[in-house]
């Protein structure tokens, strides 16, 4: 190698390796002194940030800012000048609106971020840069250009002057001829919105309140009268094609319309467009379908009606979708019949205005939709029990469940006797029929915890009745309720308040959970029924509270069996909060033998001797536990 070229190759080895060494030192100086605050010579519109912390730079900003625009914008056009502030207030409410937005934060965050790329070759580099020569930040805000228009526009308007465009008036007389006139167009003068809003913008930029000065912008006419030929000729072909029908069919309300379009009624709406040509004018189609069609369509949204009572809603009126007349939609339907007239008929377009729930404001309660619906069917109940079902509804019916309490179906039911308007049932002990209060009420905590189910709620308390029931087919979804236990409960793990509702169509009895859907999905498996026992041959008791002789069964043979079904619930499905929860309902049932009475005169020494213990309970009996003390079903 050449000396000197060798002489000027180390040479430039070194300076490389110098200048590396200073960039990597000033580099891991700066990251020594400056890991939590802003790096020298960085500003925004001059506003030296140096050595702030993100804090400490935001606060600056703000002082700094606020100052200057606190001063208001002012806006001039000919002999006029107004003020508008950053932030508008409007006098009627005291409700305020932003005409200026500042991210303070994200400013700081923009000046914090200057000098911290990864590679720390190119984060020296900035930092030296702005070191030696400064590094300054474009400063930025928002504004809402709609608001500015807005209130220029209240402020100025009554100097612009409005643009007219040709226009016709047309009518038919008693005769049906046609009777016109075309008025001139006038041109107009407008501010220029576009470039004060540009002007602000700039303003924003720079951080200022300098004055600016609107300007003024003509406004031609856009139809002349001149343009107008054969207007009479395009008058009569849209007479020529009337009348039509206007019709709307809603099979679900019973809501027909149909409405026929006169000669008259159509040449109203008549218009001069573009190159003079007639055209339908959308207003005027409008204001006539408002005032004769609207009227036969449309619907107010039905919305839930409480009335509360010691928290319960004692009056409850299920919201119902409204309907709204589409009137553009409908517009587009009539003017494309004058463009192909295929038949008399045109379509009307009508919306669903959906239900959003009702607001209880002493309560916040929010009542939108059925979450969870649960059913069981009662057929061949007796009259006393049928009566216990209604009363042990009732006592359910209207109640409310605050966001995160557990229900308790022994609490809402309280005192099942006759002063809560209960009926004796039926059951057998020691050979004789004894009558008992609350007989029925195992059918209301079924289909309360199928409800439950349905909703997605987590069961915290549920019990199998002793032996298969037919009022609770399938085995294994049915649920027991004595006093006070075994309890049917639930937690409420929604965000908003449920409301349930009971209602009876027929035989089957249905309870509805109201409240607000939160997307959880439920999946209630079918139960699978296994260990199917046959009952003990027939069980005789003798009774004289019946005719001597006479044989009555009082129990139907039932086989014994196990049940379970999976139940899982997923929240927040397909995001990155989905959790799944999963629990399985199991059930045992007794074989039982069917039951008989026949009637005596006089009960035998074994009969009478049977111990007080020995008690045959009534069909809706569940599986007694030590707390047991009073069987309500």
Known sequence: MNPKIKKYFYISIAVVCCLAIFLLSFYLFCEAHYDDRIYPGVSINNIDLSGKSLTEAEGILKTRVENILQNDFKFSFKDRSILVPAVLINFKDNSKQ????????????????????????????????AAVFGKQIQFNATFDKDLLEKELRAKFGD???????????????????????????????????????????????NISVS??????????????KSQAINTETQIKSFIDLMPFNLLYNNDVLSLKVNTEISKNDIVDCLQLGENGTVVLNDDKVKEYLNKKIVPQINRDVKD???????????????????????????????????????????DLVV????????????????????????????????????????????????????????????????????????????????????????????QVATTLFRAALQSGLPITARQNHSYRVSYYEPAGTDAAVYLPNPDV????????????????????LYFDFW???????????????????????????????????????????????????DYKVTYNPG??????????????????????LIGVKELSTAASSTPVSSVVPGPDAAVPTASSTSAVQ
């Open 211 to 224: 004055e600016i000065i609107l300007n003024s912008v003509d406004v031609q006419p856009l139809i002349l």
């Open 489 to 508: 409960r639930f937690l409420n793990d929604t965000e908003n308040y449920i409301l349930i509702q009971t209602r009876t169509v027929g035989n089957i």
């Open 304 to 346: 839930a009606r409480f009335e509360l009572k010691n928290n319960r809603v004692s009056v409850f009126q299920v919201g119902s979708d409204g309907l709204a007349l589409n009137l553009d939609a409908s517009v587009e339907n009539i003017k494309k019949y004058f463009s192909d007239p295929a038949n008399k008929n045109v």
């Open 515 to 565: 409240g607000v859907k939160d997307g959880r999905q439920i999946e209630v498996g079918k139960p699978t029924i296994y260990n199917i026992v046959k009952p003990a041959p027939t069980k005789i008791l003798e009774s004289t509270d019946i005719p001597v002789g006479t044989k009555k069964c009082t129990e139907k043979a039932h086989n014994g069996a196990d049940a379970w079904f």
């Open 575 to 596: 995001s990155d909060n989905q959790e799944i929860k999963k629990k399985r309902f199991t059930s045992h049932y007794v074989p039982w033998q069917e039951v008989c």
């Open 98 to 129: 932003n005409l200026v937005s500042v991210n303070y934060r994200d400013l700081a965050g923009a000046a914090f971020a200057v000098g911290r790329d990864n590679n720390f070759w190119l984060a020296g580099k900035e930092q030296f840069r």
């Open 351 to 442: 919306d669903k205005v959906e239900n959003k729930g009702v607001k209880v404001a002493d309560n916040n309660l929010m009542i939108k939709e059925i979450i969870g619906t649960g059913s069981s069917d009662f057929s061949g109940s007796p009259k006393n029990r049928r009566r216990n079902i209604a009363v042990g509804s009732a006592a359910v019916n209207g109640l409310l469940i605050a966001p995160g309490d557990e229900f308790s179906l022994v609490a809402a039911l309280g005192n099942v006797d006759e002063t809560s308007g209960y009926l004796p049932e039926l059951v057998i002990k020691d050979n004789k029929t004894i009558p008992e209060f609350g007989g029925g009420l195992c």
């Open 159 to 205: 100097m612009e002057t409005p643009m007219l465009n040709a226009s016709l008036s047309a009518s038919l007389d008693k005769a049906g001829n046609i009777k016109y006139n075309i008025s001139d167009e006038k041109p107009g003068v407008t501010i220029d919105y576009a470039t004060a809003a540009a002007a602000l913008e700039n303003n924003l930029k």
